[in-house]
């Protein structure tokens, strides 16, 4: 029994999870003792223009993180990795420019509809940061393929400190939103300063695009599984405000971010994790199928737990520390909460898809599981507020686990591993 406990915790994905479980702690850390400063500081028209960079930023960094050039990467055959490298480099490069132009031509816009010209230069400015990430993109690609995710945590943590501090320091000295624009770019460095010394690849110089339809062939997916799973993630506030009152959206607005944020970023901690894990064996299907159930093992060992722990003690903490006017939402924080359990398995079987270069499968689920996840809130709000959350549970208790079953038995048919092996 100790040799496998000592076993699992020297497996490299647990290594990575727990990498990336101290770097999230530490960015919480520092971004809760921001918060408490500028409560003190910003006025609510400062917050309003922050929310609305960070949302425009936040957008943008959709497609070039979840849509850009690193998936493929991570997935590629040793014997197409240099070449698909040089062209990722210059794909990026078009990617991210392409991004900024964007970005500046609708600032103008932005400002115009919410009628504030302090945002014009912000956005721009902000939008530099993009042409940073060409610089060092491909070294962060090569070292989570090669399931170095310390490196990428040391550099998220650094890069949120250099970032809050910044933020803390403009803000005291009277830049407002600026403060905002100014750390985007800043963070920036860090990112670049520790990948490029973590990894010796550089480009060749010449320019090339040889084989960029398998950057985009493959990138789509998960870029569109991405913006699939922000609608969801989106789409029960819009519908609980068409339906209910304020209230009623704000008691479940308060429920789902106080009984499914921390769940979903352990969750989202597994998906880095587990796609350059699963990557790794992609060549022998046998050893595929021994990662994939151990990536579904210790998926369930983390969430598992955390998650029934805070269902469980949702009725003494939420009046402790919240305090008693959020008592009504305790129901639908545990419901909120307890569909969590299903999720990392469909998001293990989401990367093992795409590992098989069945990318559009995934897709396909999800646009099925969007619009019956739709149709299935519309039908719950007809009732009460309670009903939509217990729908929001059952979808996920039923869905997710047929979704990774097919997906497990389809990936590893008793035909496929035999000619592996």
């Known amino acids: 029994m100790r040799q496998k406990i000592q076993s699992l915790f020297s497996d490299k994905l647990v290594k990575n999870i727990g ?14 003792a921001s918060v408490v ?57 078009i990617l991210c420019c392409g991004i900024f132009l964007f970005q500046c031509s609708m600032a103008y816009p932005i400002a115009l509809f ?14 530099l940061a993009y042409l940073i990430n060409p610089f060092y993109a491909v070294q962060d690609a090569l070292i ?24 803390l320091l403009l803000v005291v000295m009277g830049f407002g939103v600026w403060s905002i624009a100014i750390s985007l770019v800043l963070s920036q460095f860090c990112w670049l300063t520790i990948y490029r010394r973590n990894h010796t690849w550089v480009p060749a110089g010449k320019f090339t695009l040889y084989q960029w339809r398998k950057i985009f062939d493959f990138s789509k997916f998960p870029l569109g599984i991405e913006m699939l799973n922000y609608l969801r993630s989106n789409i029960d506030y819009l519908l609980i405000g068409r339906f209910f009152s304020v209230e009623q959206l704000g008691l479940y607005f308060f429920a789902f971010n106080a009984g499914l944020g921390i769940s979903l970023t352990a ?32 998926c369930a060992m983390m969430i598992f737990p955390l998650v029934l ?16 006017k959020w008592i009504p939402a305790i129901p639908i924080l545990i419901l909120i909460c307890l569909s969590a359990l299903p999720r990392p398995f469909a998001l ?8 098989l270069d069945r990318g559009m499968a995934g897709l396909k689920w999800n646009i099925f599981f969007t619009g019956l996840f739709t149709l299935s809130i519309i039908a719950a709000a007809q009732f009460n507020i309670y009903a939509v959350a217990a729908v929001v549970l ?16 389809s990936a590893f048919s008793s035909k496929q591993v035999s000619l592996a092996s």
Request: net charge positive; glycine share 4%; hydrophobic share 50%.
């Open 19 to 32: 990498w990336l479980t101290a770097s999230q702690l530490f960015i919480r850390v520092i971004r809760l």
């Open 394 to 409: 059952a979808i996920h208790l039923v869905c997710l686990p047929l979704f990774s079953f097919f997906v497990g038995k």
């Open 309 to 324: 722990l805070q269902s469980t003690l949702a009725p003494f903490y939420v009046p402790i520390v919240f305090g008693q």
């Open 37 to 93: 400063v500028l409560a003190r500081v910003l006025t609510a028209e400062d917050y309003g223009l922050i929310a609305i960079l960070f949302t425009v930023t936040d957008f943008a960094n959709v497609f070039i993180q979840k849509g850009g050039i690193a998936p493929k990467l991570i997935q590629a055959d040793k014997a197409e990795l240099s070449s698909l490298a040089e062209t990722a480099y210059w794909t990026n490069w």
């Open 114 to 127: 919410y009628q504030n010209d302090k945002l014009i230069l912000p956005i721009i400015i902000a939008g």
């Open 144 to 167: 989570r393929r090669e399931n170095r995710l310390k490196v990428g945590a040391i550099a998220s943590a650094c890069s949120a400190f250099t970032q809050q501090t910044t933020i």
């Open 348 to 355: 293990v079987s989401e990367q093992l898809l795409l590992t």
């Open 267 to 298: 969750i989202n901690m597994v998906s880095n994790s587990v796609f350059p894990y699963l990557c790794e064996a992609r060549e022998n299907l046998t050893a595929l199928k021994k990662s994939y159930r151990k990536s579904l093992k210790v």
